[in-house]
């Protein structure tokens, strides 16, 4: 079946890193995402990676893919209050479809 | 660009009623899709429409359950009738020429 995998929950503190990880099924995906929804609010992109890519920097996001295991990771450098919310991973399974993960709580202490 | 509107925010409703959600995509977008996002089953695509056309409508629960894209503005996701189960918040996303899904902020229904 389509199961994308990701562990429900991280707590980190204030100023440390943060690292969510997806493990997605369908080795074809040709675009992996992550979403962000804070609470009320519907999901927010917050960046994404083509297949042939192993990883991506968008300021304070690195994006990791490893396509071999299917593992994709999620990196925050100095994680902030507000970047408390729930991570969705998202695998492309053709034709603009879209299968996404449990989602991961992050909560960041002061 | 105002991104994908959708209406009402939150409906509350008693079981028996039917429900009507709204959705306008960006403009432009040629593809739309509804979502549902409940704790138990985190979030379930129900249905999609490229162009105005339903390609997949796998995901929609029973017959209950209706959706309709008349033109490229607009959407609406039908419940008739609805019950407590319905209850979750609905998404509505919408797709352009990359394979970006932008999501509107969700109708939060409530079936009584």
């Known amino acids: 079946g389509e199961d994308v995998e990701q562990s429900l929950f991280l707590s980190v503190r204030e100023g440390d890193s943060s690292v969510i990880n997806c493990t997605y099924t369908d080795s074809s995906s040709t675009y992996l995402y992550w979403y962000k929804q804070e609470p009320g609010a519907g999901l927010q992109l917050l960046t994404y990676?083509?297949?042939?890519?192993d990883m991506k920097q968008d300021q304070r996001l690195t994006v990791l893919l490893n396509k071999k295991d299917k593992h994709l990771s999620l990196r925050i450098a100095d994680t902030q209050t507000g970047d408390s919310a729930i991570y969705f991973c998202a695998e492309n399974t053709g034709f603009q479809k879209l299968v996404f993960g449990t989602g991961t709580r992050l909560l960041v202490s002061p | 660009d105002a991104g994908v509107i959708q209406s009402p925010r939150h409906e509350v409703t008693e079981m028996g009623q039917e429900v009507t959600l709204r959705c306008k995509p960006i403009s432009g977008h040629n593809s739309l899709f509804w979502y549902r996002q409940t704790m138990m089953r985190g979030l379930e695509l129900l249905i999609y429409f490229n162009n105005n056309v339903p390609i997949d409508d796998s995901g929609m629960p029973e017959d209950r359950f209706s959706a309709k894209m008349p033109n490229a503005s607009f959407s609406t996701l039908k419940i008739q009738p609805s019950e407590p189960r319905d209850s979750a918040v609905y998404f509505c996303?919408?797709?352009?020429?990359?394979?970006?899904?932008?999501f509107g902020p969700g109708t939060r229904l409530t079936v009584l």
């Open positions: 990676i083509f297949s042939n890519m």
């Open positions: 996303a919408s797709i352009g020429n990359t394979d970006t899904q932008y």
